[in-house]
């Protein structure tokens, strides 16, 4: 530690100046760098979150359009039970029904999974950009049959 000391001392203040501003640069440097790798990853997570959230609401309208098919299905049904009689009113507009609401419940399976993506996503970036003020990341959902989407509240902690 002495020597290390004795060799600083004896160092000129040019030497001195040049050694202290070359460590400034070094360290900004070194924090630029960081700094950019961080923004990708956060512009990654933020793609991969918009894809997800794109499958969302694909399958939302899916679900949306297969219900319609399925009230119009049930509507064609209830108006045609007089004329065709029951047994022939199902055969004809119960399947169809049927197959409306199964296509209802196989996209609902997408949009859960995909919310519970989107929500470890989001929750993925807020840990990347770590704020100056610590906050905790709220995460809502609004009706995705009718496509309001996400909203990301940050509230202070």
């Not at 040019?14 to 923004?39: D, E, P, R």
């Not at 007089?82 to 609401?101: C, D, K, M, N, W």
Request: some cysteine; overall charge negative.
């Amino acid at each position: 530690m002495s020597f290390v000391r004795s060799v600083f001392t004896r160092l000129t203040i040019g030497v001195k100046l040049t050694f202290g501003f070359g460590a400034v640069v070094v360290l900004t440097v070194i924090i630029g760098w960081l700094a950019v790798a961080n923004l990708r990853a956060v512009d990654e997570g933020v793609a991969e979150v918009m894809d997800i959230a794109a499958t969302v609401e694909e399958a939302s309208m899916a679900a949306a359009i297969s219900l319609e098919e399925a009230q119009h299905a049930v509507n064609a049904f209830a108006a045609e039970i007089r004329a065709l009689g029951l047994s022939s009113a199902e055969e004809a507009y119960i399947p169809a029904a049927t197959s409306a609401v199964a296509n209802i419940y196989e996209e609902i399976d997408v949009i859960k999974s995909g919310r519970q993506l989107i929500r470890l996503g989001i929750e993925q970036i807020a840990s990347l950009t770590q704020p100056a003020i610590p906050c905790h990341v709220h995460i809502e959902f609004g009706d995705v049959l009718v496509g309001e989407g996400v909203e990301v509240l940050l509230r202070p902690s």
